[in-house]
């Protein structure tokens, strides 16, 4: 079964700083994709950003990016210019690209913006 | 287009009572999923469904809960005999037919148990 772990219940970044959100994941499988969602305290579920365990190239959305390591299972947020509205609830989810599409997700970490 | 829509958005029920949780998926998304939420922690996968039919429901509890998403009409998610420890957020997801497209979510309801 695969796992996520984040190892970052909180964490905190002055507003216009940059914040890196660790993630490792574990599994066997070599096709996948990882996923990065926001819950603020609306408790929506937004997609910020994904990533094709294929590609090589790490994906960017405007001022996020992913430090994607495959070998080392590790898919690491980095928000940049950080904003007040960015503070919410990060989480970071696995999903298999064969059949069980279901979503594996981490325990979260909480991100707070200081004005 | 209309978002996934999940009703009630708060539900309170006492223990022994039966809850049942709506969800309406993106228009033209065959499959639909539900996590649930306990405090503190991340979402959890109970069931995943497409039309009439339960796929995997390998992380819902054997007893109590079912779901079904019929022909026509929501995704119901039912708990029967709800306890303390059903509270918790549930949310649905969706997505389309087409295999490995992002699961677009509902904004929850919220579950509380006196």
């Known amino acids: 079964a695969q796992t996520v772990t984040q190892s970052q219940p909180e964490m905190s970044v002055q507003e216009a700083e940059t914040v890196t959100l660790s993630c490792t994941y574990d599994?066997?499988?070599?096709?996948?994709?990882l996923f990065w969602y926001k819950q603020p305290p609306s408790r929506q579920m937004i997609l910020v950003i994904r990533q094709e365990a294929y590609k090589q190239q790490n994906a960017t959305e405007n001022r996020f990016s992913v430090n994607f390591q495959k070998a080392a299972k590790s898919f690491s947020l980095k928000i940049s210019d950080s904003q007040l509205g960015d503070a919410a609830m990060y989480f970071c989810a696995y999903y298999s690209a064969g059949s069980a599409r279901q979503l594996t997700f981490g325990s979260g970490t909480q991100l707070t913006v200081l004005p | 287009n209309a978002g996934v829509m999940q009703n009630p958005r708060h539900l309170v029920r006492r223990r022994g009572q039966e809850a049942r949780l709506r969800c309406s998926p993106v228009?033209?998304?065959?499959?639909v999923y539900w996590y649930r939420q306990l405090p503190e922690e991340g979402l959890k996968f109970m069931v995943y469904l497409q039309k009439e039919n339960i796929i995997d429901e390998s992380g819902m509890p054997k007893e109590r809960f079912s779901a079904e998403f019929p022909k026509e009409g929501p995704s119901i998610l039912r708990i029967q005999q709800v306890v303390r420890g059903d509270s918790a957020a549930y949310f649905c997801?969706?997505?389309?037919?087409?295999?490995?497209?992002?699961?677009?979510f509902g904004d929850g309801t919220r579950l509380s148990i006196l």
């Open positions: 228009k033209g998304h065959s499959h």
């Open positions: 599994t066997s499988e070599s096709d996948y994709y």
């Open positions: 997801a969706s997505s389309p037919e087409q295999p490995n497209q992002p699961q677009h």
